[in-house]
Structures are given as C-alpha cells and as structure tokens.
C-alpha cells in the first residue's frame, strides 16, 4: 500500500521522530512511504498536490491534519474516499477539533483504553471506522544495545528523566463563578488527584452519581470543555507530588525538559541538563542505568517513554498502570509503584539503584521483552492491518 505520513509541530520533536521511526517500519514491511512535513510551506504544497494522485492511506500522529477540508468544507479524505489514520498520544479531551473531525475511513488509535472508552462515550466523537488501544513504539538509534553486566556498570547517568515540569497545579476553575458544573470539576479532580488509577470519564460518572445523576450524552457533551481542567489537574499534580518525594529524598536524579530550573535550584541532587530534544534523549537513554516514568494519566495504557527506555538497555522503574502490569512482568521487567504508596517511593528506588546486579537483571529482561513487542514494527503491522479493513 502506499503510505503519506503528515509531520506537524511537536515539543521536543518526539512526534516527529514517531513518524520518522514508523515510516521506516513500513517501507520494511514492503510499503511505499512519501513523508510530508507539514510545519515547512513545501511540505503543505505537496500535500495538496498528493491529491491528484492520493495514496491508500494519509497518516498523522495525534491527528495531525484530520481537519483537512475542500473548499466546500467536506474532509478532503472523503472527497478522495482513501483512509486517514493517526494514533493519539494525549488525552482525547485536549484534542475535541481532531477527534471529532467526522471522516468516514478513519483509523483512530489510542494510547489508552480509558480513552477509547471516553470516546464511546463522547456524542460528537463516535462513528470511527475503526477505535482501538494501542500505544506508540520505541524509538531507537541504529547501533545494537549492549545489555551486558559490564556495560550496565559502564553507564554514568544513574537516574534520568525526561519531560515538562509544570509546577504545582492550579486550580483554573477557582475562578469560575459558583455552579454546581465548578463542583463537580473540582471534584472529579480531588478524585483523580487521590486514586492515579482513575480515569476521567470514571471520575465523572462518580462525581455525577454522588448527587444521584447519570452520565447522558447530552450532559457528557456539556462537560467536555471542562474536563481538560480537571484533568490536567491531576497529572501535574502526580508529577509535581513525586518529582519532590524523590527531591526530599536526595535522589540523584538527571533530568531534562522544560521548566526545571526552579525544582533543580531547591534539591541540590537533581542534575539540569537543559530543554534538550527527543532525539538526544535516545543517546542518554543508553547511558542511563534507571529511567524514572511518570504516565501522564494513562491509567491503563502506555508511554513510549518505557519501551525507548527499555530497548535503550535501561531499567524502568515507573507509576503502575493496568496496561503495564499485563505487558511486563512486575519486578522482573519493569518495576512500578501505585500512588497509594508515594511516600514509599524514594527509598524503593534508592533500594534498586544501589543493587546494580539486580537493576542490570530487570534492564535485560525489559530489554528483551520491548525488542519482541514493543518496537515500531509491531505497531506498523496492527496499523496496516486495520487500514486494510478499512479500505
């Protein structure tokens, strides 16, 4: 089949290299691919001019260009009756424009199965050809991962993370005028802020039976414009929360992003290398022996920060999610905490750094497992097999 992949604008170009690494999955699984980066004028020129000849499928992360329109408003796909495809790597509630962009032949992944569900359950967003979970692959540099004993020793970064820090959360609803709406978004965010493993839409659904309501299209659609608040609420909150456990801690934690320079200035163990980019990210994960993940509220899906940082040959120690816990063998591939015992997470991760036998062990066995799995290749091939049923 033949392939156009749409790059678009992407903070430390991790989309970006999503689409590099995806696209050379499946030229090897024997498909044509024209990558068109839509950020530059030329690539949008040859967008436009790929219509007189469109290809089987148009492809962009986190649904880059799903609200392509002629000039009469129709979506360009099914003017041209071909299929458009993208894998969502945030939450759907950030995202209402692409998400409810109707096309008739589209694929839609999800990294999380809450999400799908929060789409089923989203008026405006149903009717995709195809709804599915599956998370983004590793990302990977060409050269073999040495996952010898000696080789993990050799590596000098001893925790890493990267990422946004945001600060401390802020209510934006506390402004709101008073409304039984602002309670309800102040409580679905208490929620979530106590339980990391409760989804959004689950989180409504309780808020609402509390005060002996049901969920309704109707009012679910109502409510859509303010859950992003609640939402990003809770997973600047986790992060916040645990970023100054491992702090209080002394943990020494290398970290790369944006934001950092306040938290790095107050916990002297916390190592600022900089904004840095994704792409760089992929030589520190080889040098790093564990790589601290946060989900970002994927309660039951993954990041693709833990399969890059497991065929980097690193150890990933991390929030637990429903999905890891099917995926990877806890404590032998991967180790994870639940949020009800944040308290106990400095000394648990100051326990694994300092046995470098046993981290060694758990990066190998992650190693191989992600290798198998977890590779862009596997997705590839789910992606492809889903647009052929499309077609």
């Known amino acids: 089949m033949r392939f156009v992949l749409m790059k678009g ?12 690494q995806f696209g050379a999955a499946l030229r090897e699984l024997g498909h044509e691919v024209t990558v068109l980066d839509l950020t530059d004028p030329a690539g949008r020129a040859a967008l436009d001019a790929s219509l007189a000849s469109p290809p089987d499928c148009y492809f962009g992360m986190g649904g880059v260009a799903a609200e392509y329109r002629t000039a009469a408003g129709a979506s360009v796909y099914d003017a041209l009756d071909v299929v458009y495809a993208t894998m969502h790597v945030d939450h759907p509630v950030y995202h209402a424009l692409r998400v409810t962009a109707k096309i008739r032949k589209e694929v839609e992944f999800f990294l999380d199965r809450t999400h799908v569900q929060f789409i089923n359950a989203w008026p405006s967003a149903r ?8 998370p983004p692959g590793a990302n990977e540099l060409p050269e073999p991962v040495d996952v010898s004993d000696e080789a993990f020793e050799r590596r000098d970064i001893p925790l890493l993370f990267t990422g946004t820090y945001r600060g401390p959360p802020t209510e934006a ?78 943990l020494p934690l290398h970290v790369y992003g944006s934001g950092w320079e306040p938290l790095a200035a ?25 790589v601290l993940s946060t989900n970002n509220g994927f309660v039951a899906g993954g990041h693709e920060r833990v399969f890059t940082a497991m065929c980097g040959g690193a150890a990933v120690f991390g929030e637990a999610s429903k999905y890891y816990a099917e995926a990877f063998k806890e404590g032998r591939e991967i ?57």
């Open 127 to 134: 009717g995709v050809a195809h709804l599915g979970f599956l």
């Open 9 to 20: 604008e992407s903070q430390y170009g991790s989309l970006r290299l999503h689409i590099d």
């Open 266 to 290: 107050q916990y002297p163990s916390f190592v600022y290398g900089g904004v840095g980019s994704f792409e760089e990210t992929l030589g520190l994960l080889r040098r790093a022996r564990v």
């Open 173 to 250: 609803w506390a402004d709101w005028p008073e409304s039984p709406a602002r309670e309800i978004v102040a409580e679905i965010a208490a929620r979530m802020v106590s339980d990391g493993r409760l989804a959004l839409l689950d989180a409504l659904k309780a808020a609402l039976a509390d005060r002996g309501a049901q969920l309704t299209g109707e009012l679910f659609e109502q409510f859509v414009p303010l859950l992003q608040h609640a939402q990003g609420f809770a997973e600047a909150y986790h992060r916040n929360a645990l970023l100054h456990e491992l702090g209080r801690g002394g």
């Open 335 to 391: 180790v994870t905490f639940p949020w009800s015992q944040i308290d106990r997470v400095a000394a648990r991760l100051a326990a694994l750094m300092e046995d470098t036998p046993a981290a060694a062990a758990i990066a190998r066995a992650g190693h191989k497992r992600a290798m198998a799995e977890h590779r862009w290749s596997d997705r590839a091939a789910k992606v492809v097999k889903a647009v052929k049923q499309v077609r």
